[in-house]
């Protein structure tokens, strides 16, 4: 997200909250009162990758369950406890109008917002066809078209309530996820980084495929979180961070030309699961036809 | 209680949304619908004009729960389309991957999702009270699954080293035969799981499916294959949509499948069983006769126990793959893109999963079409289900949710996938 779009979500936090995301702020925690805290596990257009994360804290899982109730969480009972939760993890971007309304109710009964993964920060691998004619979308997959309700945009969950915080990633990183949920439980705010994933390669000590073996690496715009997964395995970075703060993408893409890479590469390299984030949205749009 | 509709707006314990509608009148089942109302994401349509390297990676987005089924459909296809062998060691590699996606899955639906069923819990945490070491020793299991996609793949969900012609880069036989150790446990442990939901009460309920699997000569097959059937399908993969056709329906936003001219079929686990079960390794073959159940299984509701032994079966094929593995001199062939269609279907953990490209001379995708294993099995549920309730109309409202619900959870639908999932709507007028 720029430093544009989030000042302007400051100057709404401060007003009305109705949309955006919170910096963070200093509070008792949610242990304060002798009951467990109450998690809720929402879902929207996603791919259940970020909330099967927490199923895959196969050694945390129980200890989890001893100190938070899990209220609501569909995928994994089909006993629900009734509202208001103490934290929401929303999964999935909005792209039905259905879904545009249900996340209203979401924010209503939860104290705290916690949007995770790359669709719900972004708008996800989905958000690609807001490049597009959504219509076109539906008849190429769907022979009656008319059975299909969806909008024309697929935007991150911020876009449409106030989000307490986001947690990049496609998919999340669990251990990043746990950091979350036991910060917020006490009352400080996630140790998470924001600096990019170069930052992660020099403290592993890879060589810098950039210059060494030269894949497309988006390593200098991507926030970290990954600990440097791709180029660990010989590959350049993707981007399933989304973009870091304040990210140069025009200089990269201009390194990038200089080694032979065409207009067209540079496009569909930025166009992946943050598409519609704000840097890789306009980093792409430069390269459209 | 002649008149009832009964109605689950969102099925639990699913991955992806759902839900299930009846109406009864007068003691007859007038309308049933199997609801997906998970929101379509268009991946067919947004993957033209991408670049054949890019598709494994984007079409592991559909499912987070089987990411390597979409990446490995996807490879096949392309390889096939631009005529691309790749060698032994790379194969096998593929097929280990492929085992910890397996594991993984069968056994979050096996401990997590689909016994408390079977025990009367609500979920798994609450059947961990008074069955703790089974859902330990189910989370450990899990976690093994994940362990192999992990050291193969680099992560357990939308693993990021599988690519066309073969890996970024290759593991070491020191990293795979970390794995060796927990492998072992897990043999024993798939055994004890296979004799715990064995000893479940099942429902008498059984119909007479077409079974629809993929079978390869030699070993139960998983990553490639024939696509055969109990009823005469033996087919190459090519040719797919000459034997089956996907139909719209109002109530979903996944694609109904079908055999043409024959109606609904059953993919995944207990199709795979009947059909191949002769390729199972002696032990699970043994293990499986010991827990009372062979090829020819009618019963949807032991898929559980199928599933434990297809557990113990990727374990065993894991160790076998570990233990004759030497690292190739390459991770990867040379690819050379050419204007083509490309054919691709593997058994992801719930059921075939068919992809289809075709390309131009640049690699890049001129169109595509994925038929996921949820929607194959969309018709079958509707069909499982009507038939479970006419018999059971007399059981409370509450009762009878609980068993459709389960009834659906028979198939681990996975919603996300087949939108292209369910809302239990039982419509009892009373």
């Known amino acids: ?289 | 209680m002649k008149n009832k509709i009964i109605k689950v707006d969102c099925l639990a314990r699913v991955e992806g949304e759902g839900g299930l509608s009846i109406k009864v009148v007068e003691g007859k089942i007038v309308e049933l619908n199997f609801n997906i109302f998970e929101p379509p994401r268009f991946f067919e349509a947004f993957l033209r004009g991408r670049h054949f390297s890019e598709v494994p990676d984007i079409t592991a987005r559909i499912c987070g729960i089987c990411p390597v089924a979409y990446q490995m459909s996807s490879i096949n296809a392309i390889e096939r389309a631009f005529g691309i062998e790749v060698s032994e060691p790379i194969k096998l590699l593929r097929r280990l991957i492929y085992c910890g996606e397996w594991l993984e899955s069968h056994a979050l639906h096996v401990f997590l999702l689909h016994a408390p069923d079977f025990l009367g819990y609500e979920d798994a945490l609450q059947m961990a009270k008074d069955h703790s070491s089974i859902v330990q020793m189910g989370l450990r299991l899990k976690k093994i699954g994940n362990e192999i996609m992990r050291i193969v793949g680099g992560r357990e969900i939308h693993p990021i080293n599988i690519r066309v012609g073969g890996f970024y880069k290759l593991p070491l036989k020191s990293e795979l035969k970390e794995l060796v150790e927990p492998l072992k446990w897990s043999v024993d442990a798939c055994i004890r799981t296979v004799r715990f939901v064995s000893r479940f009460s099942f429902p008498e309920f059984e119909r007479h499916y077409e079974f629809v699997a993929l079978q390869n000569e030699g070993k139960y097959a998983i990553e490639e294959g024939r696509i055969v059937s109990n009823k005469g399908i033996d087919i190459d993969v090519s040719e797919y949509e000459d034997n089956f056709y996907e139909e719209q329906v109002s109530h979903s936003t996944a694609l109904h499948s079908v055999v043409k001219g024959r109606g609904g079929y059953l993919t995944g686990p207990v199709a795979r069983f009947n059909l191949n079960f002769d390729k199972l390794t002696q032990t699970s073959q043994e293990i499986a006769k010991e827990a009372g159940i062979e090829k020819g299984t009618n019963n949807p509701f032991k898929s559980i126990i199928v599933r434990a032994i297809e557990m113990l079966y990727v374990c065993e094929e894991a160790l076998r793959i570990i233990e004759n593995y030497e690292e190739p001199d390459k991770s990867v062939v040379n690819v050379q893109p050419r204007v083509g269609i490309g054919y691709g279907c593997t058994e992801a953990p719930r059921g075939i999963l068919y992809h289809r490209y075709r390309f131009d001379n640049e690699g890049l995708v001129l169109d595509a079409k994925i038929v996921p294993p949820t929607s194959q099995n969309q018709k079958s549920i509707e069909e499982d289900l009507y038939e479970f309730i006419s018999g059971r109309l007399n059981l409370s409202k509450e009762k009878l949710t609980w068993q459709c619900e389960q009834a659906i959870r028979n198939y681990d639908p996975c919603i996300s996938c087949s939108t292209h999932f369910l809302r239990l709507n039982i419509v009892k007028e009373e």
């Not at chain 1, 938070?68 to 109008?97: C, H, M, W």
């Not at chain 1, 545009?100 to 009964?109: F, K, N, T």
């Open chain 1, 1 to 289: 997200m720029g430093s544009m779009k989030l000042k302007k979500i400051k100057d709404k936090v401060v007003g009305k909250k109705k949309s955006g995301v919170s910096k963070v702020k200093k509070s008792k925690g949610l242990k304060s009162s002798n009951r467990k805290p109450k998690l809720a596990v929402w879902k929207f257009s996603s791919c259940d990758g970020c909330q099967l994360s927490l199923l895959d804290c196969e050694d945390e899982l129980l200890a989890i369950a001893e100190n938070i109730q899990i209220a609501n969480f569909p995928e994994t009972s089909r006993a629900v406890v009734k509202g208001p939760y103490d934290i929401s993890l929303v999964e999935g971007s909005i792209s039905t109008p259905h879904d545009a309304e249900r996340i209203h109710q979401v924010r209503r009964q939860s104290k705290l917002v916690v949007a995770i993964g790359a669709c719900a920060t972004s708008g996800g691998i989905q958000a690609l066809r807001n490049f597009k004619d959504v219509k076109q979308f539906i008849t190429s997959v769907y022979p009656n078209p008319d059975y299909i309700e969806t909008l024309n945009k697929s935007t991150p969950i911020a876009d449409h309530i106030f989000v307490d915080y986001e947690l990049r990633g496609c998919p999340v990183n669990k251990y990043q996820l746990l950091e979350v949920i036991s910060a917020f439980i006490s009352g400080r705010k996630p140790n998470l980084p924001s600096y990019s994933v170069c930052i992660e390669c020099k403290m592993k000590g890879i060589t810098c495929g950039l210059v060494a073996f030269g894949p497309p690496c988006l390593g200098p715009v991507t926030q970290a979180g990954c600990d440097a997964l791709c180029p660990t395995y010989h590959r350049g970075c993707f981007g399933c961070y989304g973009p870091k703060e304040t990210p140069n993408t025009s200089s990269l893409s201009e390194y990038w030309k200089n080694v032979g890479m065409s207009e067209a590469e540079l496009m569909r390299l930025f166009r992946n699961f943050n598409s519609n984030a704000e840097a890789f949205r306009k980093e792409s749009e430069a390269y459209e036809k």
